[in-house]
């Protein structure tokens, strides 16, 4: 199954699989790939500010596509792998920073919850928080 089919069946990425179809990002996430996303599960979303996962959903589709591109790594990246990086160059704007903190793993300030969930496109890392863009 590829990343999108991963997300849609697992149930826990509701939130997540209505802002990529909104952002018109199936395509991508169904493609060859490799990719590693970023996935911030339906718990992630239930601790966004009161309003703010509707506001972003209404989003034209340009700046959902930005937001979604921003969880979206260009390459195939296990948990060890991302550990020892540093830093990495998502498909949208910037780099994000990688870090250990005691034995947690994050991704700038969101922590690695589950890891390595192997699809046939690339991984899920599953995040506990969303990952925004630093100018949203």
Known sequence: ??????????????????????????????????????????????????????????????????LIKHLIIPLKYTYKELDSIGKIQPLGDGLLDTERHKKELYIEDARIKRADLECSNGLIQVVEKLILPRNK
Do not use: C, S, W
């Open 1 to 66: 199954m590829t990343i999108f089919e991963t997300l849609q069946k697992d149930g826990n990425f509701v939130h997540l699989v209505t802002l990529i179809r909104a952002a018109n990002l199936v395509d991508v996430l169904n493609d060859k790939g490799p990719y590693t996303l970023l996935a911030p599960d339906d718990e992630a979303f239930g601790h966004l500010p009161t309003g703010f996962y509707t506001r972003i959903i209404e989003e034209d589709e340009e700046n959902l596509a930005k």
